[in-house]
């Protein structure tokens, strides 16, 4: 059984930056495509980017350009670089594989973006 453990959440300025961390443990995920999502406040959990076995990468269109996806396999984690942050990415932030079958959910980490 994979736990997932996400971290570096906080309170950041329109424009900052943060970086997520998604560390693994129970299980190696180098041999799954992983996923950030996250959930705002009354809204559906989305889809935020994804890293493939091979690090070939796909974002959604509203953090193109801002958001960097990456792994590091040998430390079984999936960090989430965000950059250029607005207050619509205020959100809880969860790691999991991008497969319909999913990993039981971690706890997430909190992104606000406000002034």
């Known amino acids: 059984q994979v736990q997932l453990v996400e971290s570096g959440g906080g309170l950041v300025q329109p424009g900052g930056s943060l970086r997520l961390s998604c560390a693994a443990s129970?299980?190696?995920?180098?041999?799954?495509?992983m996923g950030w999502y996250r959930q705002a406040p009354g809204k559906q959990r989305e889809s935020v980017a994804f890293?493939?076995?091979?690090?070939?990468?796909n974002y959604a269109d509203s953090v193109k350009g801002r958001f960097t996806i990456s792994r590091d396999n040998a430390k079984n984690t999936v960090y989430l670089q965000m950059n250029n942050l607005k207050p619509e990415d205020t959100a809880v932030y969860y790691c999991?594989?991008?497969?319909?079958?999913?990993?039981?959910w971690g706890q997430g980490t909190q992104v606000t973006v406000s002034s």
């Open positions: 890293v493939g076995t091979d690090v070939s990468t």
């Open positions: 129970g299980s190696r995920i180098s041999i799954y495509t």
């Open positions: 999991n594989k991008a497969s319909t079958t999913k990993f039981s």
